[in-house]
């Protein structure tokens, strides 16, 4: 709108036209009465993403726009779903008394809810963080941090990173935040915004606007831009943010006003300067956003990404760590399995700990220690159990009683955690070794809850503005008020039956309008009885009305009481909750913190004592012996069939690689994961399912598990196994453990063949790498590599043949499988039965044939193909064999050393 037409608008209009321009990035709910109203194009996105009822607003003087609304009781829900969508909304509320204001109520944006920044419980995850971080890259390091404002964690770190983008989407993968700002520049948020309004389904194609015109989309794309490209596997909202915020001088000076210190160092970031962008990025977003949510964050804690085993995300899906892959949810995960905890605390907890699987010997033994006190004492946990049931989400309580914005129903929450946590406390008079140290930080505070119940009712209503929130005998001066305005409404009561008595009056009546109040009514034939202080107000046809001033005295204290009384809780409770935060609320954090590790080692405890899993030990060397290991999550869904367990013995010096063949459905998959779940539970300080286990600790798990195409990046299903390999065999070392199901089946037999040899032989043969390999094939020929490769193992799922029916034992034994049954899944799939035979009649073609034999006498003499073989004896040294020899696979990438050695196959096949 231009400048003359805003000025020739109504009032009101300009009002919301002002606000809107401090908030151009946000939907604006614009209080008015009981309903938010937002207008414009606001209007039109709300419309359809909420699928709510699009009008128009008459503003007066030939001025209308768009307008859609919602009832202010239920904006809450209806905010949930745009934050969902990836908006910002930005709440304006009325901030002056309707009824008091002079011409236009005053009005201000108290908030701006974003995905990262949301407080509001309705719209959290109980059991899960709501971070918001912020990230830098340097030339070869990264930067982040990240905060929960409902709970007050807040974090930074700096690492070395050879591909920092990269390594950032690792770390995402670890923190998942609701929310990610990310420097940007004002071309790069305007192309942001205009594809976010391009692919927002049912939106209108986006009308450049005069900046937007001047855009140059050949411009190279920026970091933004490029992480919001990965969005689907992020699960992440990018939030382009500006670029004076992540300054190191201004990002510094930020973090030093609000902890009002002279140094960064007792935080341990000084010398950190992408960590304290990131940090203080973070702080001029929350104040822009958020202000209230700033006063909880008392501590900035740096941590090392070196402390615990590194996910990449690819390792947390195909693991299924936190979601199932079919169903999207929680069911049918290692947090399913494992998340028995009682209180959301815990719950977040444990899903922390199942992100960063530790590298510390000695802390994980203080976890195993924990755990087992609680594997060994059922009495305990049966007393604890109730108790942890009880104690509610005190963190989050917590901080919202920091942040000013505890209603309370949240303080009568609190009070009734506290006294769950006093049962608790008195549940353990004795105290087992392995838990001393979490107990210790539990502090009952029945002082806290003592204040809580005497100044709150039990069941206080939703808002303070409904009043009757104080117990009786908490504040004299409200209960004098309220004793007044009882007594009066009595005397009210009672003022008919005297009054008569008084004049003889005895058709006499005490009535009430909202024009007069209270009154006396007189009819005619009475009027000669009427006293002297009785003072005429209004005469009727049948009679007058009369007031005292009595009457009037005790209609004020009954029509004023209400409204005072209500003003007077708001000032007593805003005072109280006051109290609590400066003098209760650290002490409360600490017990929350220390009853969500009880809460998790209670957990791990009841669910290794239900499922008989054993304590692992745990050491710095390079073995994953396992005896009957079980894979937790199958073994949990189905509880009717018995898990087949079985056997593992890796070790770098002598079983290095497991080749893992046999049959479709046989359970090759499901092993290869058992053996990754278990050792990562055995890193997070949990029991595993086996019998015995020693796990020497890795520093990494890879995974290539499965075929899917990338189709945003324009992959195919083989690129994107090729790529997720690369960076496997890049980034793997000997303390490593690599998962890989089926490589090379994505394109043609022989060229998979000879990419899944080059991969075992640079694992097995270079130094560099050397790592612990679980390898399924159905590549049966790759078997006779342990003929040349010492530390490859060839393992086969058993299978049974009787009577024509094929029978899947589940059990892994040493040596190979020569046969795939196929055709045998094909039939137990439903495929026509007619498709089945004739697949039968081209198996036995082939088999007859001896392509097999052809192809596993390949693999015995691709190491020196016979072609080479006979060069031996040449006057001549042989060029291909010289080359052969000298290949440096130590000092290659590995896709160099697969592209060499496939290239030397060929030109032997040629000749």
């Given amino acids: 709108m231009q400048s003359s037409s805003v000025e020739n608008s109504s009032p009101i209009r300009r009002q919301y036209l002002g ?42 003087r030939g001025e209308k726009s768009p307008m859609a609304g919602v009832p202010h009781h239920a904006a809450e829900g209806y905010i949930a779903r745009l934050i969902a969508k990836g908006y910002r909304v930005a709440v304006c509320e009325q901030v002056s008394d309707p009824a008091l204001a002079k011409g236009l109520v005053e009005r201000e944006v108290l908030r701006v809810v974003t995905p990262g920044t949301v407080v509001d419980p309705a719209m959290l995850t109980a059991k899960r963080n709501n971070f918001l971080a912020a990230a830098v890259l340097g030339r070869d390091a990264v930067g982040i941090a990240y905060a929960d404002v409902t709970t007050g964690e807040f974090a930074c770190a700096q690492f070395a990173a050879p591909q920092p983008e990269l390594a950032l989407v690792q770390e995402l993968a670890r923190v998942q935040p609701a929310e990610l700002l990310v420097e940007t520049t004002a071309p790069e948020r305007l192309r942001l915004k205009r594809a976010h309004a391009n692919h927002t389904v049912g939106a209108r194609p986006a009308t450049p606007t005069a900046d937007e015109t001047l855009l140059d989309d050949d411009e190279p794309e920026g970091l933004a831009e490029r992480l919001n490209a990965l969005n689907g596997r992020l699960d992440t909202v990018i939030t382009p943010y500006e670029p004076r915020a992540f300054r190191e001088e201004v990002a510094r000076a930020r973090l030093l006003e609000h902890y009002a210190v002279a140094t960064l160092e007792a935080f341990g970031c000084d010398s950190l300067p992408l960590a304290v962008r990131a940090a203080g990025a973070i702080l001029a977003y929350l104040r822009e956003t958020q202000k209230g949510a700033l006063a909880q964050f008392t501590a900035l804690e740096t941590y090392s990404t070196t402390g615990f085993m590194t996910l990449d995300a690819h390792t947390r899906r195909n693991l299924e760590l936190f979601e199932s892959g079919r169903g999207g949810n929680s069911r049918g995960s290692l947090l399913w399995v494992l998340d028995a905890t009682r209180s959301p605390m815990g719950g977040r907890l444990l899903r922390r700990w199942l992100s960063e699987p530790l590298l510390d010997l000695h802390r994980l033994r203080q976890r195993q220690n924990a755990v087992a006190a609680m594997v060994g004492d059922m009495p305990l946990r049966a007393r604890l159990i109730p108790a942890l049931g009880k104690v509610g989400d005190l963190e989050r309580l917590t901080n919202r009683v920091l942040q000013r914005i505890a209603t309370p129903r949240d303080l009568v929450a609190l009070g009734s955690g506290l006294r769950a946590v006093e049962q608790l406390c008195a549940s353990m008079p004795d105290i087992p070794d392995g838990l001393a140290e979490i107990v210790a930080g ?82 005619n034939s009475q009027l000669t009885r009427v006293p002297t202080d009785y003072i005429r107000k209004q005469t009727l046809t049948t009679g007058e009305r009369f007031i005292t001033p009595d009457l009037k005295e005790y209609e004020a204290l009954i029509l004023n009481a209400q409204e005072k009384i209500v003003k007077l809780e708001q000032e007593i409770f805003a005072a109280l909750r006051a109290e609590i935060a400066a003098r209760w609320a650290e002490r409360v954090l600490r017990t929350a913190r220390a009853l969500a590790e009880l809460d998790v ?110 189709l945003a990046t324009g992959q195919s299903t083989f690129m994107v196994e090729m790529v997720e390999t690369a960076n496997i065999l890049h980034h793997a070392t000997p303390r490593s453990l690599v998962i890989l199901d089926e490589i090379g089946r994505g394109t043609s037999t022989y060229d998979g063949l000879a990419i899944a040899r080059a991969i075992v032989e640079y694992l097995h043969n270079n130094k560099r790498c050397g790592a612990k390999t679980l390898f399924a094939t159905h590549y049966h020929e790759l078997v006779e590599l342990a003929r040349t490769l010492p530390r490859v193992c060839p393992y086969n799922v058993a299978v049974a043949e009787e009577g024509g029916h094929v029978v899947f034992l589940r059990k892994i034994v040493p040596g190979g499988a020569d046969k795939s049954y196929g055709i045998h899944v094909a039939q137990l799939a439903g495929i026509p039965r007619q498709v089945v035979r004739r697949a039968e009649e081209v198996l036995e073609d082939l088999e007859r044939k001896g392509d097999a034999k052809i192809r596993r006498k ?54």
Avoid at 504 to 520: A, C, M
Avoid at 871 to 889: G, R, S
């Fill in 858 to 911: 390949a693999m015995r003499e691709m190491v020196m193909p016979q072609s080479m073989q006979l060069t031996l004896f040449a006057a001549e040294p042989d060029p291909l064999l010289e080359e052969l020899k000298t290949l440096p696979i130590d000092e290659l990438t590995p896709l160099e050393a697969i592209s060499r050695l496939y290239e030397l196959q060929r030109k032997a096949n040629e000749r």
């Fill in 601 to 710: 080692v209670l957990a791990l405890g009841e669910v290794a004592e239900r499922n008989a899993y054993c304590r692992p030990e745990l050491d710095d060397g390079d073995t994953i012996h396992i005896v009957a290991g079980r894979h937790p999550v199958v073994e949990a869904s189905q509880r009717d069939t018995p898990f087949v367990p079985n056997d593992t013995q890796l070790a770098t010096t002598d079983a290095q690689i497991l080749l893992l063949t046999g049959p479709n459905m046989a359970g090759k998959s499901t092993y290869l994961r058992q053996v990754a779940l278990i050792t990562l539970m055995a890193q997070i300080g949990s029991f595993v399912p086996a019998e015995a286990a020693r796990i020497g600790l890795v520093d990494r798990i890879f995974t290539r598990i499965g075929a899917q195409d990338d």
């Fill in 19 to 60: 606000v809107k321009r401090q908030h151009p990035d946000a939907l604006l709910f614009f209080r008015m009465g009981d309903f938010y109203e937002m207008f414009d194009e606001d209007a039109e996105t709300a419309a359809r993403e909420l699928e709510i009822t699009l009008t128009r607003r008459d503003w007066g």
């Fill in 442 to 523: 539990i502090a009952p505070l029945p002082d806290l809850a003592t204040l809580i119940e005497r100044a709150i009712v039990d069941e206080p209503p939703l808002t303070l503005a409904d009043g009757g929130v104080l117990r009786p005998g908490y504040s004299p001066e409200v209960d004098e008020i309220v004793t007044a305005s009882r007594n009066a409404r009595q005397w009210v009561a009672d003022l008919e039956r005297t009054e008569r008595e008084r004049t003889g009056i005895t058709n006499l009546k005490v009535g009430y309008n909202k024009v007069f109040g209270y009154y006396l009514e007189v009819t």
